[in-house]
């Protein structure tokens, strides 16, 4: 019997994921005993331990309160957003259930992600606005896989508008770099090609279709680059430098929830 006396955190997590037909008792269901080396259900093993989630009645892996990992998903994404007072501002409440269930990665992957402690410190500080329910404010932050996915969910949630991600990438790109080359003479050309020519340019196509790729872009801007200093420029920094490529940020996959199975141990983990 499996889950009878000391069990290894990989056996434990593994007995409580296997579903099926029990050959005991031919009922359908959590299968977390093991008898003869079959999988059966926790009757037909003997097993005192009750693995029914206390408020959906499903038979899974129980965590804190003993509840399944959808229960415990919707808890902990208000939970996440509760602003202090034990409410969540309006204009975030449909976020609750994209947290929980939307998007795309399993329960328990979902779960790790908001346990993650900079995901707590990122919704806490939209559920107290400290940090503002909009794209301006969350380019204020430090560009990672962790701002990118919470924007996805807040479009998904319908708290923020869609945007074109290459558009916004370009955007961003381009601020930071006019302000990098603050008083640097290809500031005004880059200026004038990136947010009068090029940025005009994509905005009209970002209108009609998603853009799909930014590689050209800056390729393009690499070549429309001098390819050597202005006259009476001091620096010897290489003009092309200002029409360097941002470091790619997180695709899409990376910016995925991981699924942590080293930590699935625990029935009682939260
Ligand atoms: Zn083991
Ligand atoms: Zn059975
Ligand atoms: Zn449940």
């Given at each position: 019997?499996?889950?009878?006396?000391?069990?290894?955190?990989?056996?434990?997590?593994?007995?409580v994921r296997i579903f099926g037909t029990c050959p005991g008792c031919g009922v359908e269901r959590l299968l977390?005993?093991?008898?003869?080396?079959?999988?059966?259900?926790?009757?037909?093993?003997?097993?005192?331990?009750?693995?029914?989630?206390?408020?959906?009645?499903?038979?899974?892996?129980?965590?804190?309160?003993?509840?399944?990992?959808?229960?415990?998903?919707?808890?902990?994404?208000?939970?996440?957003?509760?602003?202090?007072?034990?409410?969540?501002?309006?204009?975030?409440?449909?976020?609750?259930?994209?947290?929980?269930?939307?998007?795309?990665?399993?329960?328990?992957?979902?779960?790790?992600?908001?346990?993650?402690?900079?995901?707590?410190?990122?919704?806490?500080?939209?559920?107290?606005?400290?940090?503002?329910?909009?794209?301006?404010?969350?380019?204020?932050?430090?560009?990672?896989?962790?701002?990118?996915?919470?924007?996805?969910?807040?479009?998904?949630?319908?708290?923020?508008?869609?945007?074109?991600?290459?558009?916004?990438?370009?955007?961003?790109?381009?601020?930071?770099?006019?302000?990098?080359?603050?008083?640097?003479?290809?500031?005004?050309?880059?200026?004038?090609?990136?947010?009068?020519?090029?940025?005009?340019?994509?905005?009209?196509?970002?209108?009609?279709?998603?853009?799909?790729?930014?590689a050209q872009t800056y390729a393009s801007m690499e070549s429309s680059a001098p390819s050597t200093s202005a006259?009476?420029?001091?620096?010897?920094?290489?003009?092309?430098?200002?029409?360097?490529?941002?470091?790619?940020?997180?695709?899409?996959?990376?910016?995925?929830?991981?699924?942590?199975?080293?930590?699935?141990?625990?029935?009682?983990?939260?």
């Open positions: 019997m499996l889950l009878e006396g000391p069990i290894c955190n990989p056996c434990f997590d593994a007995a977390p005993g093991l008898t003869a080396g079959t999988a059966v259900c926790r009757d037909c093993a003997g097993i005192a331990r009750s693995f029914t989630c206390r408020r959906c009645g499903t038979e899974a892996r129980l965590y804190y309160r003993k509840v399944c990992v959808r229960c415990r998903l919707d808890d902990l994404a208000a939970e996440r957003l509760d602003d202090g007072t034990g409410t969540i501002r309006p204009e975030l409440r449909p976020l609750v259930p994209v947290l929980a269930r939307s998007f795309k990665s399993t329960p328990e992957g979902r779960l790790d992600w908001l346990k993650r402690p900079e995901t707590r410190a990122l919704l806490h500080a939209l559920a107290t606005g400290k940090v503002g329910l909009s794209h301006a404010a969350l380019d204020e932050l430090p560009a990672t896989a962790l701002v990118d996915t919470t924007r996805d969910l807040l479009v998904a949630a319908g708290c923020l508008p869609p945007i074109d991600r290459t558009l916004h990438r370009f955007e961003r790109w381009l601020t930071t770099r006019l302000t990098q080359l603050q008083d640097h003479p290809y500031e005004r050309v880059l200026r004038q090609f990136g947010t009068w020519h090029h940025l005009a340019k994509m905005r009209t196509k970002a209108a009609q279709q998603p853009l799909t790729t930014n006259p009476g420029s001091p620096t010897k920094k290489s003009p092309s430098a200002a029409f360097r490529k941002p470091r790619s940020t997180a695709t899409t996959s990376g910016s995925r929830p991981r699924t942590d199975r080293r930590s699935a141990g625990s029935s009682t983990g939260r």
